[in-house]
């Protein structure tokens, strides 16, 4: 099947730094990636709709000066989470829409940030 | 109303029995549909799919759809203990554009030896 690679799979980083995720499709072209976020406990929340060549779509609620993203090519999308806060501690997650028909989504491993 | 809903559980079950878990979901233009298991600290990875009314099976996994009833349900027969994760049902929907997959809230499946 279909295989996504996220990395890194767990950073630590300061309060006021910026962190990069990367999401990569390894064996397929993927137009459109979605980034989630999900808190202990909880459920995934979709935080937004990285489409390849344009601007990514947030949901509502969002910041999008604070979560960037950018779908520079078919097989990469990035999460960069600028001057993060403890409250942004968080388990990220990609997917992206595999190639075969019925558009179904294929999830990288996720990423466990830790703010201190 | 939320547009996929799942009974958030816990849903206890013994080894060896069948485990039900249920989706209901309100977009009647929904075409497709999926299940997808996620272990705790892990991302979720897809278990089955099913576009038809009806059942499908695949090994101890049967996906059951009823869209005149917009339900849709995963069996898990024989169960174990390594089947205790979250579950979540996801819907497709065509008229969406390119953001056209809910997602249930998930619900939490314990398997007792």
């Known amino acids: 099947g279909a295989v996504v690679s996220q990395h890194p799979s767990r950073v630590i980083c300061k309060s006021g730094t910026s962190v990069k995720i990367e999401c990569r499709s390894l064996d397929f072209q993927a137009t459109t990636m979605f980034w989630y976020r999900q808190f202990p406990k909880q459920s995934l929340m979709l935080m937004a709709t990285?489409?390849?060549?344009?601007?990514?779509?947030?949901e509502q609620g969002v910041e999008k000066d604070k979560f960037l993203i950018n779908h520079a090519s078919l097989t990469l999308s990035t999460l960069t989470v600028t001057s993060a806060h403890p409250e942004d501690s968080s388990f990220y997650i990609c997917?992206?829409?595999?190639?075969?028909?019925?558009?179904?989504?294929?999830f990288g491993p996720g990423t466990r940030l830790t703010v201190t | 109303q939320k547009e996929v809903e799942q009974n958030s559980g816990p849903l206890s079950v013994p080894e060896g029995a069948i485990a039900s878990l249920n989706c209901t979901y309100s977009?009647?233009?929904?075409?497709?549909f999926f299940w997808y298991r996620q272990y705790s600290g892990k991302s979720p990875e897809l278990i089955m799919f099913?576009?038809?009314?009806g059942d499908k099976e695949d090994g101890r996994f049967t996906a059951q759809l009823n869209k005149a009833s917009q339900y849709v349900s995963l069996l898990i027969r024989d169960s174990q203990p390594s089947d205790s994760a979250t579950y979540l049902c996801?819907?497709?929907?065509?008229?969406?554009?390119?953001?056209?997959?809910?997602f249930g809230a998930g619900t939490r499946l314990t398997v007792k030896p």
């Open positions: 099913i576009y038809s009314n």
């Open positions: 997917s992206a829409r595999g190639p075969l028909a019925g558009g179904r989504l294929y």
């Open positions: 990285s489409n390849e060549g344009s601007k990514a779509t947030y």
């Open positions: 977009d009647r233009g929904s075409q497709s």
């Open positions: 996801a819907v497709k929907s065509p008229i969406r554009g390119n953001n056209d997959m809910r």
